[in-house]
């Protein structure tokens, strides 16, 4: 099993371009989120899913807009990047909720994606 | 935004020392989680806890989930090279919810 897989893992944007981040795990969750870490602040969430078909807004959402139309799948779109958006993005993927280890408390995080806009 | 506090911001111990750090909140939070952050990997999950007082461990990891039920702490006994690395936690408001509030990490280098 890989895991949970990202796809960049660098990627360099001027201002006002548009980009997607890819994330896909092979470990039939049904729960699917993307988290951005900055620099001396925790990891903060952007969007997540509870299952294909499906999205919702987490803490920091303006400017991302996401899509989940396959349950392995899970795709973070910047369509006009900002500088702000300099971040390195994390995607997570978990069972249902629940908690313990088949539940929402484990979440299986990405190497990451670092991103930089100029 | 709303973020939890963890203390100390890095530290740097000798191979063998204990290890102690925590992170505390304003809210009261149902969980607490604690996550290892190894350089250029995602964060994985070390310990869960679900009751106030409750102490779990995990090899030489221990944590507790505070009285209060808005602090937790985590112990590392005997530390050794590969415990480097940034140490997260997490608490989880209420249950049946999927966000999750993270702290500001404690960067921990280990001297042989």
């Known amino acids: 099993n890989a895991g949970v897989t990202q796809t960049p893992k660098f990627r360099v944007l001027k201002t006002g371009q548009s980009m997607t981040l890819l994330c896909a795990q092979d470990?039939?969750?049904?729960?699917m989120y993307w988290y951005r870490q900055d620099p001396g602040m925790g990891l903060r969430l952007i969007h997540y899913s509870v299952g294909e078909g499906t999205t919702a807004k987490g803490e920091v959402p303006d400017g991302y807009n996401v899509s989940r139309l396959k349950k392995q799948n899970f795709l973070l779109g910047l369509e006009s990047a900002a500088p702000s958006q300099t971040s390195v993005y994390f995607c997570?993927?978990?069972?249902?909720?629940?908690?313990?280890?088949?539940?929402?408390?484990?979440?299986?995080f990405g190497p990451g994606t670092r991103l930089t806009v100029l | 935004g709303q973020q939890l506090n963890q203390s100390p911001q890095s530290m740097f111990i000798q191979e063998g020392e204990d290890v102690s750090m925590n992170c505390t909140s304003s809210s009261i939070f149902n969980t607490w989680l604690w996550y290892k952050q190894d350089p250029g990997e995602g964060p994985v999950l070390l310990i869960a806890l679900y009751k106030a007082g409750e102490l779990t461990s995990n090899g030489r990891l221990t944590a507790q989930f505070g009285i209060t039920r808005k602090d937790s702490f985590l112990n590392i006994s005997a530390s050794i090279p590969s415990d480097v690395g940034i140490y997260f936690c997490?608490?989880?408001?209420?249950?049946?919810?999927?966000?999750?509030?993270f702290g500001t990490g404690t960067r921990l280098k280990v001297l042989a």
């Open positions: 997490a608490g989880r408001y209420t249950s049946g919810t999927y966000k999750y509030l």
């Open positions: 470990m039939n969750h049904e729960y």
């Open positions: 997570a993927s978990s069972f249902t909720a629940g908690t313990g280890i088949r539940g929402t408390d484990t979440q299986y």
